[in-house]
Structures are given as C-alpha cells and as structure tokens.
C-alpha cells in the first residue's frame, strides 16, 4: 500500500495498461490492475507476470476509473487487458455528469 497523490502515473505489471491518479484518498492505498499492484512508471516491469481471474476486465483509454467510496480516481493513459482494482473491488467507469434540462 502506498499513498498515493493527484498527477503520479501507475502502470500494470501484467498488461500495457497505465494510469494517472487524478483523485487519492488521504489515506494509503493499494490499487491494482488485472489483480497485481500497479507500479510506479518509471520503474523496471517484472517478468512472468499473468492476469487473475476475474480481474480481466480491461481498461479503456480516456476513461476515469472510481471505486465505490468515490475517493479515488484514475485516468487511464495507455488501455491494457486487465481490470483495475483497489481493495479487493473493481473500479468502476465514471460516468457522465447529466446536462441540465432546457426548459
């Protein structure tokens, strides 16, 4: 777990996904792609690494991912084959905000 921060770019260890955390709770946390910790971007990629079953969802480019607390929030940069997670739960695409009626 770690404590994570508005503008720190993750990618996964098992795909090509990679993120930037837009939103962080203040406290640490651990958040996750296709079932394995993300890593800092700039660090070496381990070898070997597979996707966990039932974390193959997939990730979309340009796409917010929130958790169901909705304090934390990742943008996806680069799309990959896993799903990501924090806490043991999938997050969940942000939905648009609706526009106002034009009454």
């Keep these: 777990m770690s404590l994570l921060k508005a503008g720190t770019r993750l990618k996964s260890v098992v ?3 990679e993120v930037m ?3 962080a709770p203040k406290e640490p946390v651990e958040v996750s792609c296709g079932g394995v910790a993300l890593i800092d ?3 070496d990629k381990p070898e070997g ?4 079953d039932g974390a193959d969802g997939g990730t979309q480019m340009g796409k917010r991912y929130v958790n169901e607390a909705g304090d934390l929030e990742l ?4 799309p990959g ?8 739960a999938l997050l969940n695409v942000k939905g648009a905000k609706p526009l106002p ?3």
């Design 101 to 103: 009626s034009s009454d």
């Design 49 to 52: 690494g597979s996707i966990a």
């Design 81 to 88: 084959d896993g799903g990501l997670g924090s806490a043991g």
């Design 75 to 78: 943008l996806c940069t680069k």
């Design 41 to 43: 971007i700039g660090a």
């Design 15 to 17: 795909c090509n996904t």
């Design 21 to 23: 955390v837009v939103m």
